[in-house]
């Protein structure tokens, strides 16, 4: 894992607002993973589990996953996943 922290984002602060997420991924058999915080704030995650492949798991990085982090973490960028 690659923790490039930006001067604003913080892996604690992606990791916390990631935990909020996870019982939901996880009660639909998935997960997410943190993999990189980049120096301009971009933020990468790879799905895990049932999530691999779902044709939900766009809306759910759209609508839930996007949504949380820029409500919670400060200096947040882009979302890509890997």
Same mark, same amino acid.
């Given at each position: 894992?690659? =923790? %490039?922290? !930006? #001067? *604003? +984002? !913080?892996?604690?602060? +992606?990791?916390?607002?990631? %935990? &909020?997420? &996870? #019982? /939901?991924?996880? !009660? %639909?058999?998935?997960?997410? *993973?943190? +993999?990189?915080? *980049?120096?301009?704030?971009?933020?990468?995650?790879?799905?895990?589990? /049932? @999530?691999?492949? @779902? #044709? !939900?798991?766009?809306?759910?990085?759209?609508?839930?996953?996007? &949504?949380?982090?820029?409500?919670? +973490? /400060?200096? =947040?960028?882009?979302?890509?996943?890997?």
């Amino acid at each position: 894992m690659l =923790f %490039d922290d !930006s #001067p *604003e +984002v !913080s892996a604690a602060q +992606v990791e916390a607002a990631l %935990d &909020r997420i &996870r #019982p /939901a991924l996880i !009660s %639909d058999g998935g997960n997410i *993973e943190l +993999v990189a915080i *980049e120096s301009n704030g971009d933020i990468r995650v790879r799905m895990k589990g /049932a @999530c691999v492949g @779902c #044709p !939900s798991s766009t809306v759910t990085l759209k609508h839930l996953v996007e &949504r949380i982090l820029r409500e919670e +973490v /400060a200096g =947040f960028g882009e979302l890509i996943t890997e």
